[in-house]
């Protein structure tokens, strides 16, 4: 499983610990993955993803899952919340 947002595609970033004698030695930052359960109301289910807890605040300021997934870019999301994205719109279409 990678350390990979699914919705806004953050991942981990490479840096530098400094020590007090200014020795630089490589480290990770990580990004804030946590597993929810996001409701879709146009699917009418919910929905499990590893996403982090900034694409969290992201969801519920844009108006919920389905909202954040019409506005969101292609190239950022995963397979499974692009799949998602298409079902999404499809439902929106049809209504």
């Known amino acids: 499983m990678s350390r990979r947002c699914e919705l806004t595609g953050k991942g981990a970033l490479v840096?530098?610990?400094v020590s007090h004698s200014n020795i630089k030695t490589k480290r990770r930052f990580l990004p804030n993955l946590v597993n929810v359960t996001l409701q879709s109301e146009s699917l009418?289910?919910?929905?499990?993803?590893?996403?982090s807890a900034n694409a969290l605040k992201s969801v519920d300021h844009r108006g919920g899952l389905d909202a954040f997934?019409?506005?969101a870019r292609d190239t950022e999301l995963s397979p499974r919340a692009?799949?998602?994205?298409?079902q999404?719109?499809?439902?929106?279409?049809?209504?």
């Open 69 to 71: 997934l019409l506005k």
């Open 15 to 17: 840096g530098h610990t």
């Open 44 to 51: 009418g289910r919910g929905v499990r993803l590893r996403i």
């Open 88 to 95: 999404v719109a499809k439902k929106a279409v049809s209504e």
């Open 82 to 86: 692009l799949l998602l994205k298409k």
